[in-house]
């Protein structure tokens, strides 16, 4: 059960409605700039703040801006991105839902028949029994959904990629 594969399958079937975009890393964009103004302001107020104090403010700082800088080039130059929906312009969310083996049958129609909204119907589980992977756009008109159940220490694919709204 992988995301990416799921999201690619999605695009090689829209015909271009669906692609990969990276997002924009607004957090860690706000991290970076948060480290930054804290070394600023610690530069600054050097000479008043005690040596224990001044040494952790900037371990802390410098953590913060290592981790925003690795976040950010991650994000940026790592894998393809996420699927995006160029009709609605926005991002396709993605969900798993876990069901108990005993609801097969019902959860089986919904993802057959591809009725994203049928499966809040269905009594959901923590347990991830049985495993429904759901791409769908904001308002739900556009889903890819596919289900698996979980044997033997992996997921096995029940059914194949169901993809409505396109």
Same mark, same amino acid.
């Given at each position: 059960?992988?995301?990416?594969?799921?999201?690619?399958?999605?695009?090689?079937?829209?015909?271009?409605?669906?692609?990969?975009?990276?997002?924009?890393?607004?957090?860690?964009?706000?991290?970076?700039?948060?480290?930054?103004?804290?070394?600023?302001?610690?530069?600054?107020?050097?000479?008043?703040?005690?040596?224990?104090?001044?040494?952790? %403010? #900037? &371990?802390?700082?410098?953590?913060?801006?290592?981790? !925003?800088?690795?976040?950010?080039?991650? *994000?940026?130059?790592?894998? $393809?991105?996420?699927?995006?929906?160029?009709?609605?312009?926005?991002?396709?969310?993605?969900?798993?839902?876990?069901?108990?083996?005993?609801?097969?049958?019902?959860?089986?129609?919904?993802?057959?028949?591809?009725?994203?909204?049928?499966?809040?119907?269905?009594?959901?589980?923590?347990?991830?029994?049985?495993?429904? %992977? #759901? &791409?769908?756009?904001?308002?739900?008109?556009?889903? !890819?959904?596919?289900?698996?159940?979980? *044997?033997?220490?992996?997921? $096995?694919?029940?059914?194949?990629?169901?993809?409505?709204?396109?």
């Amino acid at each position: 059960m992988n995301k990416k594969t799921i999201g690619e399958a999605l695009c090689a079937l829209s015909n271009g409605r669906i692609v990969m975009r990276r997002k924009f890393p607004v957090i860690s964009v706000v991290l970076l700039l948060a480290a930054l103004g804290v070394l600023v302001g610690e530069w600054l107020m050097r000479d008043t703040l005690s040596a224990d104090l001044s040494s952790s %403010v #900037v &371990l802390v700082a410098s953590s913060v801006l290592i981790y !925003a800088l690795l976040a950010i080039s991650l *994000t940026l130059f790592y894998g $393809k991105g996420t699927p995006y929906d160029t009709r609605e312009k926005g991002f396709l969310s993605y969900e798993e839902i876990y069901f108990e083996r005993g609801k097969r049958a019902a959860v089986t129609e919904c993802v057959e028949h591809c009725l994203p909204g049928a499966l809040a119907d269905v009594e959901r589980s923590r347990i991830p029994e049985l495993a429904v %992977v #759901v &791409l769908r756009s904001k308002d739900s008109r556009l889903a !890819a959904m596919q289900m698996f159940e979980y *044997t033997e220490l992996e997921y $096995k694919a029940l059914t194949e990629l169901k993809v409505c709204g396109l």
